[in-house]
């Protein structure tokens, strides 16, 4: 079992930046990949960025050029760096971790809001 707990969520302008956290406790050694995504009302969960072991990195096209993903040393933690962002960036945004037994854990969700 993994556990993950987001912090850093918020209300912001457009254009202003925000950073996302996630803190992952339990059986952390068997997490190959970990990642955000996000749901906005009325649609369905979808990739914001992954990064998995090695430093590899995947990103949604609408993150390309203004998010960043990036873990801790240990692997224990995993950020979303957030640039730029705009009122359809507002979301509801979850960690995910998913390990090498393609097992699937998810935090509590994290809301970020972007408006004038």
């Known amino acids: 079992q993994v556990q993950l707990v987001e912090s850093g969520g918020g209300l912001v302008q457009p254009g202003e930046s925000l950073k996302l956290s996630c803190v992952a406790s339990g059986s952390i050694f068997s997490i190959d990949t970990m990642g955000w995504y996000r749901q906005a009302p009325g649609k369905q969960r979808e990739l914001v960025a992954t990064?998995?072991?090695?430093?590899?990195?995947s990103f949604a096209d609408s993150a390309k050029g203004r998010f960043a993903v990036s873990t801790n040393g240990a692997r224990t933690s995993v950020f979303l760096q957030m640039n730029g962002l705009k009122p359809e960036d507002t979301a509801v945004y979850y960690c995910n971790a998913q390990t090498y037994f393609q097992h699937n854990y998810w935090g509590q969700g994290a809301q970020v809001t972007v408006t004038s």
């Open positions: 990064v998995g072991t090695g430093g590899i990195t």
